[in-house]
């Protein structure tokens, strides 16, 4: 006897390979959704500022600018109300140049879920929302959407951590003075600006010294050496 065919089932459809599945923002009861802080023992002593150097030149091309202007509000707000606060949706929409859409599609929304979707915040009960007030390093595996430029500045900045901070404040210090000198400043006016970004005199001093001995004036100082 003949078995019966067997017909399979359609294939489901296949996500994209890199697409991301966008995180459920909390529902809030109107149009204020409350902002607590995400306390992270783990992740907190490694992170830093959402209005860091750091945070602009690196996460800011993964998460986007919105998203980014978000987080510095949302840490605005906190580091105001440090037990929380309510935070009027369609007011901040607007205040942020994202219009006053509240649907699931539109700009805001999205900037809220794009903070979830790389745990830079979590949803923490009905109508609330945790976020970080520390920022961690950049996951690796979101570095291939920067700029090469940025990627390298990146692998230099994770091997200054193991360093000691004194070494590393030097090594930031000379990186600077050799950008200036190649864009043709003098020794003075290197040590000057060196002490107006906050290094220490005897920093500044021997870093403007070391390079006007060994750089020509060639090309214009690259934005990202200051991470």
């Not at 830093?48 to 978000?70: A, D, F, K, N, Q």
């Not at 000057?192 to 060994?214: D, I, M, Q, S």
Request: glycine share 8%.
């Amino acid at each position: 006897m003949q078995s019966p065919t067997v017909i399979p089932p359609p294939p489901r459809p296949l996500r994209p390979v890199g697409a991301r599945v966008e995180a459920a923002v909390p529902a809030p009861d109107g149009p204020s959704l409350h902002i607590v802080e995400w306390v992270d023992p783990v992740a907190d002593p490694h992170g830093m500022h959402p209005c860091s150097r750091y945070v602009e030149l690196y996460w800011l091309g993964v998460i986007g600018p919105s998203t980014t202007w978000l987080l510095r509000r949302l840490t605005y707000g906190l580091e105001v109300h440090g037990d929380g606060f309510d935070l009027h949706l369609p007011e901040t929409a607007r205040s942020l140049g994202l219009g006053d859409k509240m649907g699931k599609n539109s700009p805001f929304r999205r900037a809220l879920a794009r903070l979830i979707t790389f745990e830079l915040a979590r949803p923490h009960g009905p109508g609330e929302l945790a976020v970080r007030q520390h920022i961690p390093p950049l996951p690796l595996r979101h570095l291939s959407r920067l700029p090469d430029s940025l990627q390298r500045s990146h692998r230099r900045w994770l091997a200054e951590q193991a360093l000691s901070e004194p070494e590393q404040m030097r090594r930031r210090a000379r990186r600077l003075a050799s950008g200036l000198a190649e864009a043709g400043h003098d020794r003075a006016t290197i040590e000057r600006r060196l002490g107006e970004w906050r290094f220490h005199p005897a920093v500044a001093f021997k870093a403007a010294a070391e390079v006007c001995a060994t750089v020509s004036p060639a090309s214009p100082v690259s934005p990202d050496d200051g991470a």
